[in-house]
């Protein structure tokens, strides 16, 4: 797609931010011109299927992210609290002497 720069030149650039070199520009021309418009529908469908797909996976990699991220999150804090020292707890215990059953 051209777009006219603010000189008065033209760039050839896509909404994308991506500059396609002519020859690119001049096959795709040709194939779009030579196909029916069922084909050229059916070619944007397609694609757009495609970017819906693409779209869903995003999103699934972004969710397991954030997910493996509170994992980790959670793993640090039960390491925070596995170094800290256990609190002594003791029992105060009595010991006697056996007593013998005699009484003795």
Known sequence: MNKTTREGGTSSCDGGGRHDSPDTRDML??????????????????????????????????????????????????????KQLPLLVSNVVEVLDPVDEDGK
Not at 31 to 46: E, F, Y
Not at 52 to 73: G, L, P
């Open 29 to 82: 021309i040709d194939d779009v011109s030579i196909m029916s418009t069922d084909a050229i529908r059916q070619r944007t469908n397609l694609i757009d299927r495609e970017i819906h797909i693409m779209k869903s996976d995003i999103d699934m990699i972004n969710y397991e992210t954030r997910t493996q991220r509170q994992k980790v999150f959670e793993n640090i804090e039960k390491v925070k609290m596995n």
